[in-house]
């Protein structure tokens, strides 16, 4: 991958998604999953690396060595996700991976294969507070050279609320899978609230797992998972990733993992905008998402 050439956006069903993934789109669509197969789906920058790293911990039972095998993106491998070249994919992984799988996807549900629900597979579903996705957002597209430049900040504030971003608007991705939960087999976790109470939220995804944990290993599945633990696992952090993809001068991947961050980038004015649009935009579906902890 020439990593110095950001990709543009396309769209699939009027959502924008990276042209590569557009391109080979027919591969991700007839995917065939099994009924053992995990998919955890977010929207980009919602935790979506800490929520695998949680489930990979609950199904080796808080076995550190077994979490460190591999790095994330091989271990649970990103459905959507191919070269420019189609040379190498998620798709291209997970063909020689024998379910169960986990398999990470960003698509918003009315994209995810339908092998997955015919098969009735699990789904954890995790949705981070938007003012924080959009800054964690931001700062990827800066550091990420594979995707398209971020241009400065209030544009791209703008770009996110009009859902003209990589995998489109948050606001749909959250409502959509928030509708069917309780018709799909989706768990449905919130940021801030693993933040709040780790310990109650990996009980809850270990209880949708069907995996009965002790007591002291869900705590210890809490501290392995911690932000400053997973930050220097190099299992854990995409330091495998090239700097020719990730710009590390530019920002981290491993940023700040906080609630709140967003009061560093947002301006009164930006907020109050925000706000007004959000409260609107949500009101038909009332996801009791936190802006604070
Ligand atoms: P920030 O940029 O706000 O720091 P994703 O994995 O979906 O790309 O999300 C990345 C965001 O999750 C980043 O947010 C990253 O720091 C944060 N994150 C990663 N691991 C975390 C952890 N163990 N606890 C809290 N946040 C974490």
């Known amino acids: 991958m020439d990593g110095t050439t950001r990709e543009r956006l396309s769209q699939i069903q009027g959502v ?11 591969r991700v669509e007839k995917f065939q999953a099994s009924n053992e197969d995990l998919l955890i789906t977010t929207y980009p920058k919602a935790g979506t690396t800490w929520t695998q790293e949680v489930v990979d911990s ?13 790095p994330t993106q091989v271990r649970m491998p990103f459905l959507e996700m191919t070269a420019p070249d189609g040379s190498s994919s998620g798709i291209t992984k997970l063909e020689v991976m024998d379910p169960p799988r986990v398999i990470k996807t960003h698509l918003p549900i009315q994209l995810v294969p339908r092998s997955f629900w015919d098969a ?9 507070n938007p003012k924080d996705t959009v800054v964690s957002y931001y700062h990827f597209d800066r550091m990420h050279l594979y995707q398209p430049e971020p241009g400065p900040w209030p ?11 990589g995998w489109g608007s948050w606001y749909d991705h959250v409502k959509g899978y928030w509708r069917e939960r309780h018709n799909k087999k989706i768990l449905y976790i919130l940021y801030e609230d693993m933040k709040e109470d780790p310990v109650r939220e990996i009980t809850r995804i270990a209880q949708f ?11 210890h599945i809490v501290q392995m998972t ?12 995409y330091s495998t990733i090239p700097d020719t993809i990730f710009d590390r001068a530019a920002s981290e991947f491993m940023r700040k993992g906080e609630v ?11 907020d109050a ?7 609107k935009i949500m009101s038909d579906c009332p996801i009791p998402i936190r802006f604070t902890i």
């Not at 709140?260 to 930006?270: I, L, Q, R, V, Y």
């Open 273 to 279: 905008a925000f706000e007004e649009h959000y409260r």
């Open 226 to 237: 911690a932000f400053s633990v997973m930050r220097e696992n190099p299992m854990a952090n």
């Open 58 to 70: 609950i199904l080796n039972e808080g076995d550190v060595e077994k979490c460190k095998r591999a």
């Open 260 to 270: 709140g961050d967003w009061k560093n980038h947002f301006s009164a004015e930006e």
């Open 16 to 26: 924008p998604l990276l042209e590569p993934v557009v391109k080979y789109w027919a």
């Open 209 to 219: 797992l069907e995996r009965q944990l002790s007591k002291s290993t869900i705590e």
């Open 155 to 165: 544009q791209y504030l703008e770009k996110f609320m009009k859902g003209q971003l």
């Open 120 to 128: 009735g597979c699990k789904v954890i579903y995790m949705a981070r």
